[in-house]
């Protein structure tokens, strides 16, 4: 009777194992699992801003507050980090000739008003009475007006297949910008963005009704960083959650973390002076293009942040990526063909390079001297052209006699940077006549001479007598011609890029990169983009 006893204590035993066993390996112990979950859900990050200043981003003055009021308000079409653009507000945004047509999503801001095409020409009106790059980069627009509720047509003064890039900026409420609370105190516009301003709590609340989606983060905490010093210390201390520059000072942000690189639309050049005997001969361009280690400048002037130029067009860009051929490293076997065939064969005794009467090749090399890392970038042309024989007398120059040396032509080569628009125009860079076009000549007139044998197609006799012509050349004819054909829709981007390989009336040299930095639990590499500081702050978790 014990035995039996015994052996039902221990059967019982086995089942009360075997059922919890069981319960174990569902997952369905609820004593551990839900506690640990919530310790890896974030529910906040903070960010910089200078409570002094608003967040509408037309009259903030702080750049931190610029990047910030993205946050709030959404624009048509903003740039990723491969320079693509990505539809926002906008439905569509297509070309009709030299007209473009924008049509928008069934969004609503914040207050929860639908987003109509009167608050789209109402953020125009507003953004181009300022000064800021968003008035600079609409500069091709003609008129815009709203054909419905849902529809902007914008009359553009050229055709442009790449306009749609140039839509990202914020879209405010019509009427918004003039708010205040029960102390009188201004209120930022109303907005769509991904976050509401809390003007209580200082803080950005979560906007559910975000017409991309969900936002994973509910709460952006913000803290006042009034001059650089509060930054600066903010950011050491690791107060920050994310952190983006450009670094147009060339200061790195004091903060650790996961770091990425952001690719910049900033071509760092050298302007060529197409008036300078030597330099006006595309050979001696080719040589000078070819006697560059760009891979060290990036290294060395601009310690890694920077790509080697493949041409006037950033890499990363896919439209133009594959197109492009300069050499990231010096190519001697060049330099040396192109100079012997403009007449360089020798050398003097100090290895410079002498044409046919002996004369040396020596070119002036301006920089801006208050530019540290392109100051840099100059001396190491002067040196790694000096390597291949070519004499640089290298001037560094306060702004305005830099701008002043520009204007007059004083130069034959000279070093700077520029922005190239989201649309990718280089019209102003690399064309007679353009803003930029420092040492680009404008059209000329010269005289030609027909002889009499030539065939007047309005006569049906051959001319008698010796006649003269009058016609115009561009000093970068096949350039002028690709750009303005492309810009009329008879020529291709590729057209674009021949012409300059053919011509290279500026050599490039590479496009500078900013940073962004985050904290170590947070993935930096899709944070940021040219359009959008806080491009991937949706995706945290």
């Known amino acids: 009777m014990k035995f039996k006893k015994l052996l039902c204590l221990i059967f019982t035993v086995l089942i009360m194992l075997t059922v919890g066993c069981g319960?174990?390996?569902?997952?369905?112990?609820?004593?551990?699992?839900?506690?640990?979950?919530?310790?890896?859900?974030?529910?906040?990050?903070?960010?910089?801003?200078?409570?002094?200043?608003?967040?509408?981003?037309?009259?903030?003055?702080?750049?931190?507050?610029?990047?910030?009021?993205?946050?709030?308000?959404?624009?048509?079409?903003?740039?990723?980090?491969?320079?693509?653009?990505?539809?926002?507000?906008?439905?569509?945004?297509e070309p009709d000739g030299k007209d473009y047509i924008?049509?928008?999503?069934?969004?609503?801001?914040?207050?929860?008003?639908?987003?109509?095409?009167?608050?789209?020409?109402?953020?125009?009106?507003?953004?181009l009475k300022t000064e800021l790059p968003y008035k600079q980069q609409l500069s091709i627009v003609k008129s815009y007006k709203?054909?419905?509720?849902?529809?902007?047509?914008?009359?553009?003064?050229?055709?442009d297949p790449y306009f749609k890039n140039l839509l990202d900026f914020p879209i405010i409420k019509k009427d918004s910008d003039d708010r205040h609370d029960e102390n009188?105190?201004?209120?930022?516009?109303?907005?769509?963005?991904?976050?509401?301003?809390?003007?209580?709590?200082?803080?950005?609340?979560?906007?559910?009704?975000?017409?991309?989606?969900?936002?994973?983060?509910?709460?952006?905490?913000?803290?006042?960083?009034?001059?650089?010093?509060?930054?600066?210390?903010?950011?050491?201390?690791?107060?920050?959650?994310?952190?983006?520059?450009?670094?147009?000072?060339?200061?790195?942000?004091?903060?650790?973390?996961?770091?990425?690189?952001?690719?910049?639309?900033?071509?760092?050049?050298?302007?060529?002076?197409l008036n300078s005997s030597t330099i006006s001969q595309e050979k001696a361009r080719y040589a000078i293009s070819a006697a560059l280690d760009r891979t060290a400048i990036c290294n060395d002037a601009y310690h890694g942040y920077a790509r080697p130029a493949a041409g006037l067009f950033n890499s990363v860009w896919s439209d133009a990526g594959a197109l492009q051929n300069i050499t990231s490293t010096s190519n001697l076997e060049i330099v040396v063909a192109n100079f012997e065939e403009i007449g360089y064969n020798s050398k003097d005794e100090d290895g410079f390079l002498l044409n046919e009467k002996n004369k040396p090749l020596t070119l002036k090399l301006i920089s801006y001297k208050d530019n540290a890392r392109r100051d840099a970038a100059a001396a190491l042309v002067k040196q790694q052209l000096e390597a291949v024989g070519i004499r640089i007398e290298?001037?560094?120059?306060?702004?305005?006699?830099?701008?002043?040396?520009?204007?007059?032509?004083?130069?034959d080569l000279y070093i700077a940077e520029t922005k190239i628009p989201n649309n990718m125009d280089v019209t102003e860079l690399v064309t007679s006549g353009g803003s930029l076009g420092y040492g680009i000549?404008?059209?000329?007139?010269?005289?030609?001479?027909?002889?009499?044998?030539?065939?007047?197609?309005?006569?049906?006799?051959?001319?008698?007598?010796?006649?003269?012509?009058?016609?115009?050349?561009?000093?970068?004819?096949?350039?002028?011609?690709?750009?303005?054909?492309?810009?009329?829709?008879?020529?291709?981007?590729?057209?674009?890029?021949?012409?300059?390989?053919?011509?290279?009336?500026?050599?490039?040299?590479?496009?500078?990169?900013?940073?962004?930095?985050?904290?170590?639990?947070?993935?930096?590499?899709?944070?940021?983009?040219?359009?959008?500081?806080?491009?991937?702050?949706?995706?945290?978790?």
């Open 23 to 93: 319960q174990r390996d569902t997952g369905d112990d609820s004593s551990s699992t839900p506690s640990d979950t919530t310790q890896n859900v974030r529910t906040e990050i903070s960010l910089l801003w200078s409570a002094d200043d608003t967040l509408d981003p037309y009259t903030a003055k702080t750049e931190l507050n610029r990047k910030l009021s993205l946050l709030l308000f959404d624009p048509l079409v903003k740039l990723d980090g491969e320079f693509q653009p990505q539809l926002v507000l906008a439905k569509t945004a």
């Open 102 to 127: 924008v049509t928008l999503k069934s969004a609503v801001f914040s207050d929860g008003t639908p987003v109509t095409a009167d608050d789209v020409v109402f953020t125009l009106d507003k953004l």
């Open 146 to 159: 709203a054909e419905s509720t849902d529809t902007v047509r914008f009359t553009l003064t050229k055709v």
């Open 184 to 273: 009188n105190i201004l209120l930022p516009p109303i907005g769509s963005g991904r976050y509401i301003f809390d003007f209580k709590t200082k803080t950005l609340t979560v906007n559910k009704m975000w017409v991309m989606g969900a936002v994973n983060i509910p709460t952006v905490n913000l803290i006042d960083a009034p001059d650089s010093t509060v930054e600066k210390h903010n950011l050491e201390v690791g107060n920050v959650s994310c952190y983006q520059t450009d670094l147009s000072d060339g200061v790195v942000p004091p903060m650790s973390g996961n770091t990425s690189l952001l690719e910049l639309n900033n071509l760092v050049y050298l302007g060529v002076n």
């Open 394 to 411: 290298l001037v560094s120059l306060s702004w305005d006699d830099y701008v002043k040396a520009l204007t007059w032509g004083n130069f």
């Open 441 to 541: 000549p404008e059209p000329k007139t010269v005289t030609a001479e027909k002889n009499g044998d030539e065939t007047d197609a309005s006569s049906e006799a051959p001319k008698t007598e010796t006649q003269t012509e009058t016609v115009t050349v561009s000093a970068v004819e096949l350039l002028d011609n690709a750009v303005n054909g492309f810009y009329s829709e008879n020529l291709s981007l590729v057209d674009i890029i021949n012409a300059f390989n053919a011509e290279m009336p500026i050599i490039p040299l590479c496009h500078r990169r900013g940073m962004t930095v985050c904290e170590a639990t947070i993935d930096s590499s899709q944070m940021s983009s040219v359009s959008d500081a806080y491009f991937g702050i949706s995706n945290i978790k």
